[in-house]
């Protein structure tokens, strides 16, 4: 017998539950993509479920726009988060969130071609000048854009200082700029550690905020946005601890202030500044580099032609 997909995408596997409720919302047309909506996120869900095992609570779906579009500001402290910062969004008529990411990704020759299909925006950290603007456009044009804020994951688990791309983007579309606090993703794959690849089990839980209110003053708008984004991962830690705990004294993937042993957020801001100036300067050093090599020299065609 042959396998196949669900295609319904009110599918709950076993271990999902969504609260206060599986919202009743008719498919959105971006449900029928034959490859995100189609493939990528029923499979998405198979894979948390019957490869990692994971235990998945998503809190207010309903919460993101049915139509129209939204920039959906999601924390990071793992690298599947753009996995998991998308699964509410098809819980809301099937719909599918672009993520802006890192554009060396798309280099990749899998990673690459699945970013392409999904249609998620490459971001040049160097000038990202061009991706905000092709965000703006879609974000106005009806589509749910997802950002991290936050630029790099938070090795910390903390809420980090939040750019405000984010609220620029949605006020300049005039759509919702809404947070989406994940918790539980670093314990499968996080910055400085290996993934792992089949846990026994694990928990995760992904909450939609209410929106946050956007001006034409985007620090204050990003200000607003970080403490909603630092209440919101309160709220949901305690309700995480309330659900799977209680958890050992030291455990890595919890932060300091919770008893655990990441850095904190302190010694996490020193290390990501390092990181960004050694990445300066490689940067610089591969332009040196590029600068400093002569042009080939270019032959008429017909000297080519007689050379053969």
Not at 45 to 71: D, F, S, Y
Not at 146 to 172: L, N, Q
Request: glycine residues 8%; positive net charge; contains cysteine.
């Amino acid at each position: 017998m042959a396998f196949k997909l669900p295609r319904d995408h009110f599918w709950l596997p076993k271990g999902f539950t969504v609260t206060p409720a599986l919202p009743d919302t008719p498919p959105h047309p971006e449900s029928r993509e034959p490859f995100y909506g189609r493939i990528i996120i029923p499979f998405a869900k198979l894979w948390m479920r019957r490869m990692q095992h994971l235990n998945v609570e998503i809190q207010h779906p309903e919460r993101i726009p049915a139509t129209g579009g939204a920039v959906l500001a999601v924390n990071h402290t793992g690298y599947w988060d753009f996995v998991f910062g998308g699964i509410p969004a098809a819980y809301q008529g099937g719909r599918l969130v672009r993520f802006m990411a890192k554009k060396e990704i798309w280099d990749n020759p899998v990673a690459g071609p699945a970013m392409s299909g999904c249609k998620h925006i490459p971001v040049d950290r160097a000038d990202g000048a061009a991706s905000v603007k092709e965000a703006t456009r879609r974000a106005a044009d009806g589509e749910l854009i997802g950002i991290f804020p936050e630029a790099t994951i938070s090795r910390s688990f903390e809420i980090k200082e939040v750019k405000d791309g984010a609220a620029r983007i949605a006020h300049e579309a005039g759509v919702p700029l809404i947070p989406v606090v994940i918790w539980g993703s670093q314990r499968i794959w996080t910055k400085g550690r290996k993934p792992i690849w089949r846990l026994k089990s694990a928990d995760l839980i992904v909450s939609v905020r209410e929106p946050v209110e956007v001006t034409e003053d985007a620090k204050a708008s990003a200000q607003r946005l970080h403490d909603a984004m630092a209440a919101g991962l309160d709220e949901v830690r305690a309700h995480y601890d309330e659900l799977y705990g209680p958890f050992p004294e030291g455990e890595n993937w919890m932060p300091v202030s919770l008893g655990g042993s990441a850095p904190s957020l302190e010694d996490a801001t020193v290390k990501d500044r390092e990181d960004a100036q050694k990445r300066r300067e490689e940067r610089a050093a591969r332009e040196a580099g590029k600068a400093s090599k002569p042009e080939p020299e270019k032959k008429p065609l017909w000297k080519k032609l007689l050379k053969r």
